[in-house]
């Protein structure tokens, strides 16, 4: 794997041609996942953390194509539902390489997760919580088990993504043994201990992460329990703007490791963004173009329902125009074709003056971004193309159908 290569992939560094050839062929508002880059950005972080066990995030982008580019790099998977369970075991993981992590979960989701790990009981099965205890051994759950614990600090790109601190995650530490014991007690197999911080941690937030690791360690000693695996939780943060640093993998490896001193467990990581972030790019096509008193709006066929990011957290998203001739740069803001005025993908972005037509290219859209993609507004959800030999379209576009085939009504456009 290619561990010593660039660490970001910047939006600039994707080829406009092929862009612009995906946009024709595919259509626009397109999703683009470039395969190799999620291999390079695993083999990097396995590369970093040569010891620990990773599991990728599958909510940070859940498309067969990762999951099983993933699972054959030798990754696990991390799965916070039975959706993401389900679509796990369907790509291929083994039961032995998937943790499922409940919050709160609804009686389906637990009902499916103790199904299969009574039917392939190497499934671990992550809970937070006294009554998800109790709801697994009302449900005859006698599998791997393994405790989620409230890290009481918190760290994230904005507070919004914050699980560790006065959130709804995990027990507190000091709680953590007792839930252990009542765990064992009911016949769980008790394997683990885990905990994440938060989603986007950077390198001025490794003190945070280190306390966290270290508060997991502290139980992790007390504990009379044969621990296998110390899961320390993903959160590992990616650029979003050229200015800013990738993160220090050795330095976030070295603090996790001093952290962990004298624990006998394996460490367990758990990234969804760092995996996959840079390996997307969602193209877009301008169809509006408004200056209004002084500004400039250039409105796009993708918006908040293609890429929640910015509206739902003021997420800054590169974007670059593929228009290729040379035009005067100016400041633009990219709205979307939702009928709310957070549907704005980027704020005041010099760009080329922008004319119907042109393609952008909004970066850093492989995490988080089809994943949390929605039918407001009755928009049907973009198509998704995977880069690999070549581009295989792997998500295709939805019509109208698939968003009201759960509704006993029309399913096309009807005759005018
Ligand atoms: N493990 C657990 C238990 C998590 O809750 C999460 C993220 C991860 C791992 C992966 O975190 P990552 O490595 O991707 O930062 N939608 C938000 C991010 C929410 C993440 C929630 N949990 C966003 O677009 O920024």
Redesign the pocket.
């Known amino acids: 794997g290619d561990t010593a290569g660039p660490s970001v992939r910047r939006l600039s560094e994707w080829n406009a041609d092929d862009l612009r050839a995906l946009a024709a062929e595919y259509g626009t508002p397109l999703y683009v996942d470039d395969l190799e880059r999620v291999r390079a950005n695993h083999a990097r972080l396995a590369g970093a953390f040569p010891d620990a066990e990773v599991l990728f995030?599958v909510?940070?982008n859940a498309g067969r194509h990762v999951l099983r580019a993933l699972r054959d790099a030798g990754a696990g998977a991390?799965c916070?539902s039975a959706g993401e369970l389900a679509r796990a075991l369907d790509a291929g993981f083994a039961a032995g390489e998937i943790h499922y992590?409940a919050v709160n979960p609804p009686a389906e989701d637990l009902d499916y997760a103790v199904d299969v790990a009574a039917a392939h009981p190497a499934l671990t099965v992550t809970a937070g919580a006294r009554d998800t205890v109790e709801r697994l051994a009302e449900r005859g759950f006698a599998g791997r088990f393994c405790l989620r614990v409230h890290p009481g600090v918190g760290a994230g790109?904005s507070e919004s993504?914050s699980?560790g601190k006065d959130a709804k995650f995990g027990v507190p530490a000091d709680e953590a043994s007792e839930v252990l014991n009542t765990a064992a007690d009911h016949g769980f197999d008790v394997v683990g201990l885990h905990a994440?911080a938060g989603?986007?941690i950077t390198n001025d937030q490794l003190d945070d992460h280190e306390r966290v690791v270290s508060t997991l360690a502290d139980v992790a000693r007390e504990t009379t329990h044969n621990l296998e695996f110390v899961d320390v939780?993903?959160?590992?943060g990616v650029p979003y703007r050229e200015s800013e640093d990738p993160l220090d993998l050795a330095a976030v490896a070295e603090r996790t490791r001093d952290a962990l001193t004298d624990v006998d467990a394996t460490l367990t990581i758990?990234?969804?963004?760092?995996l996959v972030a840079d390996a997307g790019v969602l193209l877009t096509e301008v169809n509006t173009v408004k200056r209004v008193s002084g500004s400039v709006i250039a409105g796009a066929d993708a918006g908040m329902t293609t890429l929640v990011?910015p509206a739902m957290?003021g997420?800054y998203h590169p974007i670059r125009s593929l228009a290729d001739d040379d035009r005067a740069t100016e400041e633009v803001s990219v709205v979307g074709p939702v009928c709310e005025s957070t549907d704005v993908l980027g704020e005041a972005r010099a760009l080329p003056a922008p004319e119907r037509g042109d393609l952008l290219a909004v970066g850093n859209a492989g995490?988080?971004g089809v994943e949390?993609a929605s039918n407001y507004n009755s928009r049907p959800r973009p198509a998704v193309v995977a880069l690999d030999d070549g581009p295989e379209l792997v998500r295709r576009r939805e019509t109208l159908a698939d968003v009201t085939h759960a509704e006993d009504t029309a399913h096309t456009y009807p005759d005018p």
Do not use: D, I
């Not at 939780?233 to 590992?236: L, P, S, T, V």
């Not at 758990?270 to 760092?274: F, Q």
């Open positions: 995030a909510k940070a991390e916070a992590t790109h993504v699980t994440h989603s986007g939780g993903g959160g590992f758990e990234p969804g963004r760092y990011r957290y997420s995490a988080y949390m």
